[in-house]
């Protein structure tokens, strides 16, 4: 017997829960040092810190539901042996987000609308043909009188906000049972966990009976991109920062330490790539890498493979263009380490090379690795929208917020205007990018050591 | 005006840190400034000195506020003046100097124009007066050519020069009152000297009160009338300076007295034999110019030295900032390249070994260096930095071992065995010193180069570490080489002495003979800048 | 300084060798121009023979770099390395896809270009001073701390929201300045003035926050209170010492960028149809011409190098402790 369900395993599926694996380490190895324990209990010492952390923490996990993808077995014909897996990739959040995603209009409507926003001929019950609003097909498609949209509305929110609630509460008890230290200001992570739950618990109840969002031209569903788009907007800020890293540490660190000869070729390397101008280099590698993709089709079993298979270009060639600057902070940093004393009492003990960069500067750089990485973020979720404007960011099947920007473009021109689709886009981009910098600034006061310095006078 | 009344007098101060959790950093602190008079306010670092001098003309920063207590100055208190009444007391009536002069100095105007600042605040001069009277104040406080240096910058003069700047910037608007707040510390001994003759020679002729804040008993003796010992936040004693010195009557004070070191007692200097030996050594550095970066000079920073060191000896050697000393003990350990000349080992060759080579000798030679604060990795608990070089040098030893000595380790420089599982962050100044040297011992070492280990201390914990080290030296026998500007730790410690002078040795020889009886007229110039208190 | 600057210009060779490799490699050897001509024809549906003709017609039927079958020395000139990507070098920029001139176009784009990024540049640095300035001045109030976070609050908007919703308020609904286009005359200002005064706005958060910061390092510096102790008033210490101090940092970032002014702003020129190089590269890119992109990069390293050079000569005007070498 096959099984009901096909994994599509994506190469960024594997690279986002490898890099969320690895930063749970990464964070557990911090937190056995008393310093950068003392440093996070900065950070999260604040309500900002524990409000925005919570926020990230709720996109980080719809990226991550999301990045689970799996394709449905179709309904069997009589007399197949074989099952055969429909053509659409799903995700375990499409599961979540229930049928929003299939309820396709004609074309544009309204938030909360239950007619259309384009006027269409139609026939009325005696045949005479007359223009106007058509209904939708499934906004209010339960309702069995239009004009009882406001009160089952408000029935409806109280049911999707309830269940969110509630979700919201159990979570808060969890926390309540696995937290100790009394002086974090735990109160304002649970108010922003039930907030945040009663919201989605809202979108995803109200908004699968009416179009919260509206609908785009082609008639999707608003609200339901701007949710796929979210594990876009996350994966970019991540994996560009991360694939760059391994490259700009070894490179960095190893300049700044060897000095001579290593320091020059890996000058050089930083001086020639960051003297490219970023956007052309971002620009010409994705057109490379379509016509690559485009001729060669056998290489990608559905057509989500290619897209995926785009992005991580896209991660890449980011990473590329934004790895001189992390390389040349760490190349700095390590010729400072490497004069202090503590490398030299190493050197007098005669630890070997390879010790001394593993013991003494890696661990003296994390910091600044630490820092490039949540202040990147913000930059990188950004820049998507603009790279996906000029027909250089992900792939146009791809859900993304910068997508649903170009697609709507020209939409605000229209009279009356059609807001709804810019406005979705960048609510929930501008919701994430706001709390990574808010976030990324008290990473950053905890842990650089100029501003800690500066607290101290 | 007249003589006896005090210009300025404080009266019950408190300041404390914003956060009101926290103790207050002064607690009524009162004392008087007398025209003419220098007045010292001493004490270790954290005591609440600098802070006394900021809170009273006002400029604390943001997050310290004064509590309680009066400033009064021309009869008005300062604290209830208006800023715009303080900017005209401050710089004209109230001048400041502080420790580090190249920072307090604007690095892109010219020392000219900061000193015409204040000429342009508080005085009508024109233009041409103004000059006149800047070179005039450069001529006074010393400065070499003032009509071509008032146009450099602050970088282009020596410290001791950036130091007199600021005394001029100081005295540009004839104040009543001179705050100096640690003025020399920052300074070479000689140098040191000249600017508190300086700031002597000005409060005699000009009637300045001085406020002299440091840390140094010495310079107090050798500057001060009047002295006010303070210890976390009060002043705990106040009196005349001979008076002071004389009879005590705090167990601190007694222990700041004491805690200057014996000049009088000399250790002798055997003959042992010589451990390491260096012969003709010279440690140049290039530097490169042009459009192909070919070298274009050498820096001599050690310039043909012949030095040895006995079996369970200790040879200082001293000399001041730059003239090599620390880079001829880094050129022992093989931290800087040779450029030529021999050091030898136990009569082996070590110059030209290999850094394998050289791993079999790393267990006899160890290193201490000046910082506490930078000298041990602040990722690695105390455990692993004192085990570092025992397990990288392979003494094979299991890790049940390993731990047996650094607890035994630890109890041999007086700290405790749970010390080992802390940070280097979580220990003081003092502490940290402690396990570098528990690190130094771990693998044994016959030598130890001591650079400047005492030297951020403050003076009680110098003198523990000073002990320390020296107990390990006569129980373990092991050698030094101590590294030091500071001439007065040199009779209790040192066995012989080497002066350096240029990245040469100018005069070496048993320690009480070059310090009672010098032969070469640099070693009497450093030995007569050193703050005495026995007369 | 003059050894300094012939050593620096000695140095931009190899770089622009090596970004000239990049772009080879990037153009030429992921993808043969074989496959270009496909993809650029219609992926399934194109004949041999058309693909030769389209390649022969661009100029990309010799080998990449060693022709084995030309004589001599032409064996390495007769190639795509020699005469696509060498030629760079001497300003040689060749024909778009479309058969246009490129060195004539970039010239006459520049002027647009310039008419936009100048303005913005320069007034954009002055408001980011002016507001980082005013709030220094208040620093350790609310005031402070109420622009901190508008600041991230601005920055956080994306670009492309200031735009659009600058054109849309500004152009659309109060109908103050058109909406977009362009006339080379001197009335070229009332196309100008929304983009310009959009991109101040889109800046000021990153910027202002920045300059904030380095004007309140500098502020504690030791130089400061001594400047205070000789009585300074406070507004005064900013101005006469706080102020140039903290220039010498915000030269690093802002000479650099000078020169790469000449290559426009891809977003701003392509929304309010600037005919600069902005939307000169953007519809290259959205053509898929690579001769265009191409040249840009060439051009765009040449002068952000040139900007590295500039910043070094400024950092020795203004730093008097800053000696070249």
Known sequence: MDMMLKPVILWTDVLIWLLVISITLFLSQLRKNPESREQWHQVFSSRTGMVTFVIILSYIAIALIDSLHFRKALPPVPGQNTTYYSNTVNSVLDIFLGEMGETKERTYSAPFSLKSYAKENMTDESGHIYRDYPDLKYAGSHLSDNSDFSKDLLIQSLKGAGKGLFIGLLLCALLKVFTHRQDLPWSSAMVTILLVCTLLGWLLHVGNLYHVLGTDKAGNDTLYHSIKGIRTGVLIGTLATLIMMPIAITLGICAG?????????????YTTLSSIPGILLIAAAILQFQVFIDLNPDFFEVGLEKADARFLGLCFILGITSWAGLCRLLRAETLKISQLPYVQAAHAFGVSQVGILHRHVLPNVMHIILITFVLDFSGLVLAEAVLSYIGVGVDSTMPSWGNMINLARTEMSREPVVWWNLIGAFAFMFTLVLAANLFSDLVNDAFNPKKRQERGA | MDNSAPVLSVENLSVCVNNPQQDPILRNVSFQLNPGEIFALVGESG????????????????????????????????FHSTEREMTAVRGNRVAMIFQEALTSLNPVQKVGVQIEEALLLHTQLNARARREKIIDLLSEVGLPHPETRIDWYPHQLSGGQQQRVMIAIALACEPDILIADEPTTALDVTIQKQVLNLIRTLARTRQLAVLLITHDMGVVRETAQRVGVMLRGEIIEEGNCEQIFRHP??????RLIASLPNQDNFLPSEQPDHLLTIKGLKVHFPLRKGILQRIHVWTKAVDDIDLH??????????????????TTGRAILRLDQITSGTISYNNQHIHKLSRRGMLPLRRRIQVIFQDPYSSMNPRMTVQRIIEEGMVSLKMDLSHEQREARVIELLERVKLEPEHRFRYPHEFSGGQRQRIAIARALAVSPELIICDEPTSALDVSTRAEVLSLLQELQNELGVSYLFITHDLSIIPQLAHRVAVMKDGKIVETGATEDVLTKPRQNYTRELLSAVPRCQE | MLAYIIRRLLYAIPILIGVNLITFILFFVVNSPQDIARAHLGEKYVTQDAIDHWVKEKGYDNPLIYNPNAAGFSKFTDTIFFHKSLSLFTFDFGQADDGRDITTDVRTRMGPSLALAIPTFIV??????????????FRGTRLDKAAVVLFVTLMSISGLFYIIGGQYLVATLWKLVPISGYQTSLSAWKFLILPVAIGIVSGIGLGARWYR???LEAADQDFARTARAKGVSELAVLFRHVLPNALLPILTGVVVVIPTLFMGSLLMEAFFG????GSYMLDAIRAQDFAIVRTMVFVGSVLYIIGLILTDISYTIADPRVRLN
């Open chain 3, 213 to 215: 910061t380095l004007f």
């Open chain 2, 309 to 326: 060191i006995g079996r369970g000896e200790t040879l200082a050697l001293v000399g001041e900032s730059g003239c090599g000393k620390t």
């Open chain 1, 257 to 269: 330490y060897f000095k001579g000869w290593v320091d020059d070729v890996v000058q050089y390397l």
């Open chain 3, 124 to 137: 954009g640095i002055w408001v980011n001073i002016c507001v980082a300035l005013i709030i220094v001045m």
């Open chain 2, 47 to 78: 005591s609440g000195k600098s802070v006394t001098s900021l809170a009273a003309i006002r400029l604390l920063p943001d997050a310290l506020k004064v509590t309680q207590g009066k400033v009064l100055f021309d009869g008005a208190d300062l």
């Open chain 2, 249 to 254: 009557q705090q167990e601190y004070t007694r």
């Open chain 3, 274 to 277: 600037i005919p600069g190089l």
